[in-house]
């Protein structure tokens, strides 16, 4: 079986071609350097996806905070993260980059604040 996929990590984005036995990669083509490759098959075994979200701020100049995974999550996670990005409230004063939740459903990702929010 053959799959066709665009490369993300670079500014190539390479059109990959891939042959497939069921997870198996057998052959990649169209991959201009080794990180389509990686991707590649990161893709096709343990596809993972960086989580942006808000979270509500407790006495802060603003509401919310913008936060982000560290780094990406398995995809069949994603709805358990949100759980648990939901679920806090953070008080301000918050810095940029300030880990919110460590370690996540013990993903070995940390959630952070992309935004810093002063104190009212």
Same mark, same amino acid.
């Given at each position: 079986?053959?799959?066709?996929?665009?490369?993300?990590?670079?500014?190539?984005?390479?059109?990959?071609?891939?042959?497939?036995?069921?997870?198996?990669?057998? /052959?990649?083509?169209?991959?201009?350097? /080794?990180?389509?490759?990686?991707?590649?098959?990161?893709?096709?075994?343990?596809?993972?996806?960086?989580?942006?979200?808000?979270?509500?701020?407790?006495?802060?100049?603003?509401?919310?905070?913008?936060?982000?995974?560290?780094?990406?999550?398995?995809?069949?996670?994603?709805?358990?993260?949100? /759980?648990?990005?939901?679920?806090?409230?953070?008080?301000?004063?918050?810095?940029?980059?300030?880990?919110?939740?460590?370690?996540?459903?013990?993903?070995?990702?940390?959630?952070?604040?992309?935004?810093?929010?002063? /104190?009212?």
């Amino acid at each position: 079986m053959n799959r066709e996929m665009t490369c993300i990590i670079c500014p190539n984005g390479c059109e990959l071609t891939l042959e497939l036995e069921g997870k198996v990669i057998k /052959k990649i083509i169209g991959a201009c350097c /080794k990180k389509g490759i990686a991707y590649a098959s990161q893709e096709i075994q343990n596809p993972k996806r960086t989580i942006s979200s808000l979270v509500k701020v407790n006495n802060g100049e603003m509401p919310l905070v913008s936060v982000r995974t560290t780094i990406g999550v398995p995809k069949g996670k994603i709805f358990d993260v949100m /759980k648990e990005i939901k679920n806090i409230q953070i008080d301000a004063p918050i810095k940029i980059e300030q880990v919110l939740i460590h370690n996540v459903l013990g993903l070995g990702v940390d959630i952070i604040a992309t935004k810093s929010i002063d /104190k009212k």
